[in-house]
């Protein structure tokens, strides 16, 4: 079967087929450094990284690129809210950012690139984009793409375009807003009194870039001007990835991304998490429960990431057991490591080509390790080999060593028992099942695992 990605720009599944066969070039809108994100976010991160994974499973080279947003609308009033420059201001969540992905075992991208480290590449662009005559500049000397000169403004969101137009006028100057509001977006914007310190003085004057102008520079000054995939949550399709397009695709008449992937939005009581809702939790949240987070890439993963999830804490609770009960099963394989199992693999690769259904290919996990016709070694191996696409971490657990005092515990029960004192060796079996382990009696002696 053939790798097949869901692609929102044709809004069918296609066949993929990189641009150049020997490496796929990808970009991934990445986070904004000015807060930190709630899980709702890192649904985004996670099945970017899913993705490439698949990719490096199926034998192609990846280069991945992902961004930081280090300046945007939000990022200016909070640092001024905090009293702190920019640079200051970002780098905390940019290293708090960094942390989490790594709890999250979130693959790191080639490089993260921070828009601020681009800003003559965005006034190149803005530059082609005058001279091809879909920008102007405003009165107060800020420039805006005209969204009537672009044909295809609105080929990834499927707006009606015509009657949209007709209704764009006037011109929008905050990075995010809504379809109501389509109008021509600003792709640099002149200094005004609220930009504070914030600004650079370029060829097109005072002032600082819009924010999706910033995306089109990262992903050709790191990738080119044609990419094959470009990840985000479905909020940025419309207007983030929309103006991503008409900029990148108006200045070089290329076009600018083959497939176009999106994950959907996790819910909380079925309205979308989000800040301004406040109905959001971060990791830490997570990790104040008691909960390892790689439980939430774990939860994520039982979905397809083209559905809304439902985020509820029993659920996650409920994964945290699951992955629990998967990690002990899988320590009890022993220590050798055989061969991967051919024929679920051949399923693995099936599922996972037929755009990402990871909720099968998960399902392959619990069935191999109950299969009585594969060695215990084997079913290792092929664990083993499925995680280098869930990235759940089972590479490094250990065996647990029994503790002396449980060992000391079963040696008087053994003692109990073999006096026929069975009143005091039911005495000591609660008080090492209340220690967390089980103790289980076989022929030659006993035999003690981890709950
Ligand atoms: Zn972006």
Known sequence: MALKFYNTLTREKENFLPINSKEVRMYSCGPTVYDYPHIGNYRA???ADTLKRVLLYEGFKVKHIMNLTDIDDKTILNSQKEGKTLKKFTEFYTKEFFKDIKVLNILNPKKFT???DYVDEMVDIIKKLMKNGLAYKSTDNSIYFDIKKFKNYGKLSHLVLEQQKENASGRIKTDEYEKDN???????????EKDGEVFWKTKLGKGRPGWHIECSAMSMANLGEQIDIHTGGVDNIFPHHENEIAQSEGATGKQFVKYWMHNEWVLVD?????????NFYTLKDIIDRGIDPISYRFWLLMANYRTRVNFVWEALEGSKIALKRLYKLYIELGEKVGKVDVNYQQKFKEYLEDDLDTPRALSLLWDIIKDENVSPSDKKATVLDFDK?????????????????????AEEREEARKNKNFKKSDELRDKIN??????????????????
């Open 45 to 47: 991160y996670i099945f």
């Open 114 to 116: 921070k828009a601020t």
């Open 182 to 192: 389509i109008q021509d977006f600003a792709l640099w914007k002149a200094w005004d």
């Open 270 to 278: 079925q309205k979308k998490m989000a800040k301004s809702y406040h």
């Open 389 to 409: 696409v869930f990235g759940l971490g089972f590479e490094n657990l250990k065996k647990e060593k029994i503790p002396k005092e449980i060992i000391k515990l």
């Open 434 to 451: 209340n220690l967390g382990y089980d103790i289980k009696d076989e022929e030659n002696g006993y035999k003690i695992n981890l709950k």
